[in-house]
Antibody, heavy 119, light 110 residues
Framework: QVQLQESGPGLVKPSETLSLTCAVSGFSISSGYYWDWIRQPPGKGLEWIGSIYHSGSTYYRPSLKSRVTISVDTSKNQFSLNLNSVTAADTAVYYC????????????WGQGTLVTVSS | QSALTQPASVSGSPGQSITISCTGTSSDVGGHNYVSWYQQHPGKAPKLIIYDVTKRPSGVSNRFSGSKSGNTASLTISGLQAEDEADYYCNSYTSSSTWVFGGGTKVTVL
């Protein structure tokens, strides 16, 4: 059974870097699929942040492109999100998800982790 | 990259059918058959209920169905049940190789 689990600090100071990791179990991340980060500010809708293919190709939300980096570590079977120069507007629940290549099928999601940006 | 347009709320009585629209442009919904729908209950992660416009993942009730016409995709819930009360989001691939979500629709079962 494939499982995704987000981890990282729950509190980040303004102007610093938000770093999250999504650990994948029950499936080898190097076997394929796209790996996504999606966030949801409190009380608001879902927002796609970016995707990484198992080979390392990345795709980012245009409005975040200058601040975001997604990377994959096949040796640890995990992928990561770095978002720098954060502000209160980056406060959200952050989800990682797996998407089947060539489809819009995001078949597996993590439970989500709340990250608050505050001094 | 503008969010797809969904109605803020839709309501219906148990047993009725409701339809949620998701309007985009020819660069997203209208240009690709990569539209998906998610159901989200409070405090929970989104759950995929429709992908590739019309496909239903294994285990999802056949009361949920999807369709598309031009730049508008639609999700229909038939035989509305109390457990269907949730937020629903559409999502589409775009011609810029990115993804865009709708603003979300709150479904209320009267």
């Amino acid at each position: 059974q494939v499982q995704l689990q987000e981890s990282g600090p729950g509190l980040v100071k303004p102007s610093e870097t938000l770093s999250l990791t999504c650990a994948v179990s029950g499936f080898s991340i190097s076997s394929g699929y796209y790996w996504d980060w999606i966030r949801q500010p409190p009380g608001k809708g879902l927002e796609w942040i970016g995707s990484i293919y198992h080979s390392g190709s990345t795709y980012y939300r245009p409005s975040l492109k200058s601040r975001v980096t997604i990377s994959v570590d096949t040796s640890k079977n995990q992928f990561s999100l770095n978002l720098n120069s954060v502000t209160a507007a980056d406060t959200a629940v952050y989800y990682c998800a797996r998407r089947v290549e060539g489809t819009s099928n995001r078949d597996c999601w993590g439970q989500g982790t709340l990250v608050t940006v505050s001094s | 990259q503008s969010a797809l347009t969904q109605p803020a709320s839709v309501s219906g009585s148990p047993g009725q059918s409701i339809t949620i629209s998701c309007t985009g442009t020819s660069s997203d919904v209208g240009g690709h058959n990569y539209v998906s729908w998610y159901q989200q209950h409070p405090g929970k992660a989104p759950k995929l209920i429709i992908y590739d416009v019309t496909k239903r993942p294994s285990g999802v009730s056949n009361r949920f169905s999807g369709s598309k016409s031009g730049n508008t995709a639609s999700l229909t819930i038939s035989g509305l049940q109390a457990e269907d009360e949730a937020d629903y989001y559409c999502n589409s691939y775009t011609s810029s190789s990115t993804w865009v979500f709708g603003g979300g629709t709150k479904v209320t079962v009267l």
